[in-house]
């Protein structure tokens, strides 16, 4: 039985395959039109997921698409009602789109599926998850438990923004919700927007701007925003928000509240954004909290998934995994709409075709490590690198982690692009960017020479599983880099006075750990375990950096500038190669050196894409 899931027409479209119950492939349609967030219509990443289990779509026997549009039809026609006249502009704009695509979607898959395979009758395999059950279904049925409580926190889908479900062996069932407009997810894309970041991407700006700023406004915001309740429940006060009937997150009452329009993107960064960032993150973490309390409290179970464009809060996630009401804690990596495919698929694969779950071999998950993507056999790759102009050698398995070891160890920045592409926002070190975590210059050099983004951004520490607790605070799996955890006591450095008197990001320039290039400003790391068994090669690169160095840790970026989608191929690979300030590229056995290449070769990619 093989099922497709699409997720598609809002943002990050994806397709997912699933055979009996197991994920084959999974890839977001970005990766290959090269537009970040692509919201059409998944054609390449269908193609591709076909392509890897070697079938045409006629030999798919369901396509499980991610959400009923309907109810989306339906939440827009009650929000309007329920604030007319205002909001009449915004509703004007979207009813046209609605009528002519999204309320007729059936139609749409049907006939872009009869493309591929016009002799089927799609009317009859194409099935319809609504939104939070497909969330749930990729959180909890890729997951290690056999029983577990499940929370997916995003904006909104149909009419949920939270749900609550239980999931006990190939059965699934959500027991409570929280229902537009009131949005967890929603009241930290205000604050995206209010402090001058993209909402629906720049999320993980605030997260990482958070550590810089004081929570102080975080009393405003339960006086004026949120009723939040002990149980977890709340309520937004929608006096302050905009996005029921507006085209922005909020309003000028929003703005009276903390002092002042809203920051423009171009804006310098000051002191009042880092507290609102470092107040919202507060309250968002209390809130996560106090549903997960709860949950444990009413369910009993040890076991929590967790899914939703929230889940991507790391910082959350890692306060709910040291609360202790769960033992164990597990988060789909793919947890924003891209995973919605998944999701789709394996609900029609346990809850509609009533499937059993297969375990993973060795007591792991479902996800492969989350490379799920596509691979490229080595003559294709030096066939693709020779047709753009690319210099390399090709080197022996191990000539090539002695080379590029060497290379870390010398402090140079190596592009990383090896075996099947990650599935989600996070590159695990399939199409990664390395760096020595132990260089006190390599988190600004990374943010400005090679991704030109802002400079007060963090980066994730990748850390062999075995040694990750003599390293943080950590003693356990975190493979999709979903978690974080500070830095060992021993590992730190303290700062002086006069350091810690600095004002916001000056602050990040000052060494706080053994591992700098790692170590945010309050001594946190978003951690990536690294396990033998899911990538060894990337496993094998880290332990001859530490043979080197005594080091187990490295420093892991996504394989892209800002605004770039992350590279899907080895032309997309060499062409940031040469666009960047990157020194080495290693694309499967293709060694490269920068000094050896074409500079007629040279591309500028640091105005190439807009801000993301």
Avoid at 196 to 220: Q, W
Avoid at 365 to 381: C, K, N, V, W
Wanted: glycine share 8%; hydrophobic share 40%; proline share 5%.
């Amino acid at each position: 039985m093989r099922i497709l899931g699409v997720s598609a027409f809002y943002h990050d479209s994806a397709a997912a395959l699933v055979r009996d119950g197991e994920i084959v492939a999974a890839a977001q349609e970005e990766r290959f039109t090269r537009r970040k967030h692509d919201p059409g219509y998944p054609h390449h990443a269908i193609s591709y997921c076909l392509k890897e289990e070697g079938i045409a779509l006629a030999d798919v026997d369901y396509v499980a698409f991610y959400d009923k549009p309907f109810l989306k039809f339906e939440r827009l026609l009650e929000t309007y009602l329920a604030f007319a006249p205002r909001g009449f502009r915004s509703f004007r704009m979207a009813i046209p789109l609605w009528l002519r695509e999204k309320l007729f979607l059936k139609d749409l898959l049907c006939r872009e599926l009869r493309k591929l395979a016009p002799d089927v009758d799609w009317n009859q395999r194409l099935l319809f998850s609504e939104h939070h059950l497909s969330h749930a279904a990729s959180a909890f049925f890729p997951s290690p438990f056999e029983e577990a409580a499940v929370l997916t926190m995003d904006g909104v889908g149909e009419w949920a923004t939270t749900s609550l479900a239980i999931g006990r062996g190939n059965q699934l069932e959500v027991q409570k919700e929280i229902f537009f407009p009131h949005s967890l997810g929603l009241l930290y894309s205000a604050f995206t927007y209010y402090t001058g970041f993209k909402v629906n991407s720049g999320e993980y700006k605030v997260m990482g701007l958070a550590p810089y700023g004081e929570p102080r406004f975080t009393g405003l915001i339960y006086e004026h925003l949120i009723d939040l309740k002990p149980d977890g429940s709340f309520r937004l006060n929608l006096d302050y928000f905009d996005y029921c009937t507006g085209l922005t997150m909020t309003n000028r009452r929003f703005d009276r509240l903390f002092g002042g329009r809203p920051r423009r993107s171009e804006d310098r960064l000051t002191q009042r954004e880092m507290d609102l960032a470092a107040s919202v993150q507060a309250v968002t973490e209390e809130v996560v909290l106090r549903l997960t309390r709860s949950l444990a409290a009413e369910t009993g179970m040890s076991n929590l998934c967790l899914a939703g464009g929230v889940a991507l809060n790391c910082v959350a996630n890692g306060k709910v995994l040291r609360d202790g009401r769960f033992r164990k804690l597990w988060i789909q990596p793919a947890a924003g709409d891209a995973g919605g495919a998944l999701g789709a698929a394996l609900a029609g694969a346990h809850l509609f075709r009533g499937e059993p779950r297969r375990p993973a071999p060795g007591g792991g998950d479902g996800m492969r490590g989350s490379y799920l993507g596509p691979a490229f056999p080595q003559p294709e790759i030096e066939g693709r690198l020779r047709a753009v102009g690319a210099r390399f050698r090709t080197v022996s398995d191990e000539e090539l982690i002695a080379q590029c070891a060497d290379a870390l160890a010398g402090q140079k920045a190596l592009g990383w692009f090896q075996g099947r592409m990650e599935f989600g926002p996070r590159a695990l070190g399939g199409r990664s960017v390395l760096g020595d975590a132990r260089s006190p210059t390599m988190q600004s050099v990374l943010n400005l020479k090679v991704k030109y983004r802002e400079s007060f951004r963090p980066f994730a520490p990748s850390v062999l599983r075995e040694e990750v607790a003599d390293w943080f605070e950590l003693d356990g799996d975190s493979p999709y880099m979903l978690l974080v955890a500070g830095v060992r006591s021993e590992r730190r450095k303290p700062m002086s006075a006069a350091e810690a008197a600095l004002f916001g990001i000056d602050k990040l320039n000052v060494p706080r750990s053994d591992i700098p290039a790692v170590t945010h400003i309050d001594y946190s790391a978003r951690i990536q375990t690294v396990h033998r068994d899911t990538n060894p090669r990337y496993h094998a690169l880290i332990s001859a950096f530490r043979q080197r160095t005594g080091c187990p840790v490295i420093v892991n970026t996504s394989f892209n500038v800002r605004g770039e989608p992350i590279v899907g191929s080895p032309e997309d690979a060499f062409h940031c190669f040469m666009g960047t300030e990157i020194e080495r590229l290693a694309v499967g056995n293709c060694l490269l050196y920068k000094e050896e290449q074409d500079p007629a070769l040279k591309r500028d990619y640091k105005d190439a894409f807009e801000l993301d």
